[in-house]
Each structure stands twice: as structure tokens, then as C-alpha cells.
Nanobody
Framework: QVQLVESGVGSVQAGGSLRLSCAVS????????MVWFRQGPGKELEGVAH???????SYADSVKGRFTISVDNAEKTLYLQMNSLNVEDTAMYYC???????????????????WGQGTQVTVSS
């Protein structure tokens, strides 16, 4: 059973930082993509950061230079470091993972079927 369990402090003032964690279990594929999604009030779901098994990363324009995605393979934990937060970053954040076949795509174009439970991040001005 694939499980993704998110944790992290979910409230901060504008200009501050937060780190979200996503512990992954039951996911044995060596070839995979992992991603952080978010959905803010009245907004569509947005993929904000992606990381592939070979270390390739990509970011949405809205978070470039402020957010960093990383993975601790030994601990099987995905992280999202969020700096210089602003009110527009307020959203429900989800981690997700997907195994890959022999074709290695850009993770931003991958469909995801394994999701975490979601963590509310609220940034106050």
C-alpha cells in the first residue's frame, strides 16, 4: 500500500519560511517522479515543484527562487522548503508520487495517482 503522510508547521507571517515534509512508504519504484501541488482559495490546482529520481527538478514560475524541493532517499521523505512566503502562497499543499516506465518524462507533465492527505498553509500579512 502506497502511503504519503504530510507534516509541517502550517501558519506563518508574510516574509517567513516553512518546510513541509512528506513521508513515503510502500513505494518501491526506482524510477519515479514526486511533486508538490497546491490549491489556493478560488484557484485551480497548481503543480509548484517537481523532482525526478535522477535529480531533475522544476518549479512553477510563481515559486521560482523561493521554494526548493528535495528528497532524502535514506529516510524516504520528500521536502518543500518555502522561503519569502506571501499571502498568495496560502493554499492546501499536497505531495504526490508516480512510478515511471521505460520512458522518462518531464515530471511536470506526469499524471499522479498517489497523493498525500494535504496540509493547509496559511500566510498572514
Amino acid at each position: 500500500q502506497v502511503q504519503l503522510v504530510e507534516s509541517g508547521v502550517g501558519s506563518v507571517q508574510a516574509g517567513g519560511s516553512l518546510r513541509l515534509s512528506c513521508a513515503v512508504s510502500g513505494f518501491t519504484s526506482i524510477r519515479h517522479c514526486m511533486v508538490w501541488f497546491r490549491q489556493g482559495p478560488g484557484k485551480e490546482l497548481e503543480g509548484v515543484a517537481h523532482i525526478r529520481f535522477d535529480g531533475e527538478t522544476s518549479y512553477a514560475d510563481s515559486v521560482k527562487g523561493r521554494f526548493t524541493i528535495s528528497v532524502d532517499n535514506a529516510e524516504k521523505t520528500l521536502y518543500l522548503q518555502m522561503n519569502s512566503l506571501n499571502v498568495e502562497d496560502t493554499a492546501m499543499y499536497y505531495c504526490a508520487a508516480e512510478p515511471l516506465g521505460w520512458i522518462i518524462p518531464l515530471c511536470a507533465n506526469q499524471n499522479y495517482n498517489n497523493w498525500g492527505q494535504g496540509t493547509q498553509v496559511t500566510v498572514s500579512s
